[in-house]
């Protein structure tokens, strides 16, 4: 080539998984910053707070007193988006006014009975059950609905508006719009290649190694190629999964160690409780369940909003909303930051 | 129906210019809220000051200095995201890492040489000449780069680090993701029903009038039926419009004016100086100059994060980041909300 250089020479780079591109200005990150500093999380969540309604013991918004449970802990979201007996809205008569019924069930899990702990300072025992109790309410509530959308948003940035360690769980009677989008590319690839999209993507980077943040013998942990967030990662499966259920018990396990180390690298790298929303993609389940989804591979992303500091995010505004969005680092230059970052939790070092 | 209605029974809308969907939860706004509050915009920031490198007379990051200019002033970025001489990427050998050559030019405007003022606190005739320029800036570098996105990020929690009134022009060597999406859609629905869609949309929106928010003889503003941020607005021209510079000068002056009244509501609904990120749509420049794009039709897009007062923000996270935009009150109520306003701004009223 002409001396391009992806850390120097603003290029575009291709999401084939949304089917949309994204700026890379790497040059950009030099820039100095004046505009808004976000506040660093509390230190001194208490570990039991009875007026906090995710705590064991504490009464919730409707009343009900929540149980003294010592592992993972699941009941309905009180104020819950998606309700199971909507009715249908009325035709507008017009097709530039569509609307269509939307149902479905929204849960909320609490990690661990402890309100000061977050998924990288707990044991690898306490993830592998988070682990287990996200399979089983997939299976559960994909019986019916068609998918289940399993996320996490971490830190007050990222709307969370209780430090309990928590995940929330939106079972919907529609395919959302990141759903249909990821069916309607993976299909795609799936009938030109004959091969899963992101199973030929996980091995290409398996090989390439440049965007590998973690791996071990059935996982991996990249930065993509096609990141938007400055630190955003994918986890993939190595072997081709469909669904959460679908994986085997050591899978399991090290599913919750690769997950553990990608979450101390993310604590490590400002030294401060990573914000981020994360969530499972994988094949659609209830009617879906019947039909062929052999294009579908099972996966997480991790979208952090953190570029600079513990104080300095990335904002996706003017140009991000209104024509694409764009980033200040490489995918490389982010996946070797994290790489290079210790395994050992920074509150956990010996001093 | 079966006693449908949008203000208690959550459903899904079509967004037709995004092709994708919005789940309406409008109940759910009634849920007390525990985390993040922002901090209100600065109230003191100084008419002038030299330090600030968008000031008349102030030195710039690349050591130029301002001209005392009076009115708009247009400078390059000093840290543009996009240059006009990038070279092309080499060829990654696989089709899942694609890139591609990404140059043009970022330009900053000032509206006015006071930094303590906003759109809404200006008179129309300054209104007036911000869109002027915005039309020549268009013109000139629409000349040869196809797409001219030109943006406002207004207030910190926008990222905006500056809070000189100003905006942002970057023109691109490629047609960014939203224009792309709103150019297959706009051509789509233009083959079908042989009429521009937003022209379509624009009337349908003028004799329903639920959605108005503010019109006037050549615009409209509506909350559109498929809005996502609690009080986003889209601004529609009444007759078939294809880029800025095609607008007659009546209808610049009845753009200011209209800008000017949106602008004012919206300072009034939370008593603040309404944060946003708005920008133009217009039909594609540079080679397409040459093109039939009569689907097209002239917008702006109004992006506001604000939901329940200054302090209180909409979080597109979680839910919105991996599944589908939510939204906590129908579009319907943020129109009558808005439209019920005064049009004197609140800092102006006499005590
Ligand atoms: O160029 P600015 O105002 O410094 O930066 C702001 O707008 C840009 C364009 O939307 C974004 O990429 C940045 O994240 C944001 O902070
Ligand atoms: O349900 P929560 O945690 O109260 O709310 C948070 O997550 C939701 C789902 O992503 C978002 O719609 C809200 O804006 C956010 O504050």
Redesign the pocket.
């Known amino acids: 080539g002409g001396g391009f250089r992806a850390s120097e020479h603003q290029h575009s780079r291709y999401n084939p998984l949304r089917d949309e591109w994204v700026l890379v200005s790497a040059h950009r990150v030099k ?1 100095p910053w004046q ?1 808004q500093l976000e506040k660093p999380p509390p230190e001194d969540v208490p570990r039991w707070d009875p007026k906090n309604p995710l705590c064991p013991g504490a009464t919730r918004a409707n009343g009900e007193v929540n149980p003294n449970y010592e592992g993972t802990f699941v009941f309905p979201n009180d104020f819950p988006a998606l309700q199971p007996d909507a009715p249908e809205p009325d035709d507008s008569g017009h097709p530039l006014f569509r609307a269509a019924a939307a149902r479905g069930v929204c849960k909320v899990m609490c990690f661990h009975p402890h309100s000061d702990l977050t998924l990288p300072l707990m044991s690898l025992m306490e993830i592998r059950a988070v682990i287990d109790a996200w399979a089983e309410l997939e299976a559960e509530l994909g019986a019916s609905y068609p998918w289940v959308q399993i996320f996490e948003n971490k830190g007050a940035m990222m709307g969370c508006s209780n430090p309990h360690p928590h995940c929330q769980v939106w079972a919907s009677s529609f395919l959302p719009n990141e759903a249909r989008l990821e069916e309607r590319t993976q299909r795609q690839h799936h009938s030109q290649h004959g091969v899963p999209m992101l199973l030929e993507y996980a091995e290409q980077e398996a090989q390439r190694k440049e965007r590998l943040v973690v791996e071990n013998e059935d996982w991996l942990v990249v930065v993509p190629y096609w990141a938007t967030w400055p630190f955003q990662t994918l986890l993939l499966p190595r072997r081709h999964v469909l669904r959460l259920r679908d994986l085997c018990d050591s899978e399991r396990d090290s599913l919750a160690s690769i997950m553990r180390r990608l979450l101390i690298k993310y604590d490590n790298l400002f030294q401060v409780s990573f914000p981020y929303s994360m969530g499972w993609h994988g094949a659609p389940t209830g009617p879906h369940l019947q039909e062929d989804c052999g294009h579908w591979q099972l996966h997480a992303h991790y979208y952090p909003p953190l570029l600079r500091s513990a104080t300095v995010r ?7 909303m209104l024509a694409q969005a ?1 980033r200040d680092l490489t995918p490389e230059q982010a996946a070797e930051r994290l790489r290079a970052l210790p395994e050992v939790h920074y509150k956990l070092r010996p001093q």
């Not at 990335?314 to 991000?320: A, R």
């Open positions: 820039r505009g990335k904002f996706m505004v003017g140009y991000e764009q």
